[in-house]
C-alpha cells in the first residue's frame, strides 16, 4: 500500500459545485496532516492543516477519520481560481521528526 | 508577509558539475528543508535541518549531495556531481521552532535543475 494515496482525477466540475477528495495514508502513527495547493510548475501552498475534530476554512472543510486512515477536503462553491492539483500530506512528526509525505496529488479543473 | 526565497530560478549545468541551490528561509524559522519534484511526479523528501545538522534524510540524499547554513540566512544544497536523473524542481521550505504550527511548512518557489 502507498504511504499516501489520492485519487489522480481529473476532476471537471462547473463553477459553484461542490467537489470532495479523499486520501488514505499507510502509517498509523502518522501525527499531522495537511491539504496543500500547487499549480502547474509552482510551489506547493499550504492550504490547510487537518485537526481530529475537522476544521473549515471559508469554503473549505477538512476531515480526519484516524481509524479508517483517511483525511478528506471539500471545496464548496468552486471558483475558477480553485483549479489546482491538491496535494494530501502526512507527517509522522514527533520531536525533530518533521518529514512530510506527499501524495501524488489530484488535479482539479473548474469549468465556467 | 514573509516567504522563503530561491536562487536561481533555473539552474542548467553538465553532467558531472557541481551546483549550488540558495535558499533565504522566513526569518524567525529555525527548520529548514529541502524537497525536489521530478517533472510529473510527487514531491519528494530529500533532507531536514535545525540547530546546524541535519535532523533527518531519505535514501535519495546520498553522499552526492550535501546542505550548509553558511551564515545566519541562507540555507545551501549542494551537488558534488550531477547526473542527469538529479533534473528536477528543488525546492527549498522552512517551518517555526516550537509548537503546533512547527509542522507548517511553507515553500520556496523552486529551482529548476537541469542536467545535459
Known amino acids: 500500500r502507498k504511504e499516501v494515496e489520492q485519487d489522480p482525477g481529473p476532476f471537471n466540475v462547473p463553477e459553484g459545485a461542490t467537489v470532495a477528495f479523499n486520501c488514505t495514508y499507510s502509517?498509523?502513527?502518522?501525527?499531522?496532516f495537511f491539504w496543500y495547493r500547487q499549480d502547474c510548475r509552482k510551489e506547493p501552498k499550504l492550504l490547510m492543516s487537518?485537526?481530529?475534530?475537522?476544521n473549515e476554512d471559508g469554503r473549505f472543510t477538512a476531515q480526519l477519520n484516524r481509524a479508517s486512515q483517511y483525511i478528506s477536503l471539500l471545496i464548496r462553491d468552486s471558483k475558477l481560481s480553485d483549479s489546482a492539483t491538491y496535494l494530501c500530506?502526512?507527517?509522522?512528526?514527533?520531536?525533530?521528526?518533521?518529514?512530510?509525505?506527499w501524495g501524488l496529488g489530484t488535479s482539479l479543473a473548474v469549468n465556467p | 508577509e514573509p516567504e522563503v526565497t530561491q536562487t536561481p530560478s533555473h539552474q542548467v549545468t553538465q553532467m558531472g558539475q557541481e551546483v549550488i541551490l540558495r535558499c533565504v528561509p522566513i526569518?524567525?524559522?529555525?527548520?529548514f528543508y529541502w524537497y525536489r519534484q521530478i517533472l510529473g511526479q510527487k514531491v519528494e523528501f530529500l533532507v531536514s535541518f535545525y540547530n546546524n545538522e541535519i535532523s533527518e534524510k531519505s535514501e535519495i540524499f546520498d553522499d552526492q549531495f550535501s546542505v550548509e547554513r553558511p551564515d545566519g540566512s541562507n540555507f545551501t544544497l549542494k551537488i558534488r556531481s550531477t547526473k542527469l536523473e538529479d533534473s528536477a524542481m528543488y525546492f527549498c521550505?522552512?517551518?517555526?521552532?516550537?509548537?503546533?504550527?512547527?509542522?507548517?511548512?511553507?515553500f520556496g518557489p523552486g529551482t529548476r535543475l537541469t542536467v545535459t
Open positions: 487537518v485537526y481530529s475534530s475537522g
Open positions: 521550505a522552512s517551518s517555526e521552532w516550537v509548537g503546533g504550527r512547527s509542522y507548517e511548512q511553507y
Open positions: 526569518s524567525n524559522h529555525l527548520y
Open positions: 502509517n498509523s502513527a502518522s501525527q499531522s
Open positions: 500530506v502526512v507527517n509522522y512528526g514527533a520531536g525533530n521528526n518533521r518529514k512530510l509525505i
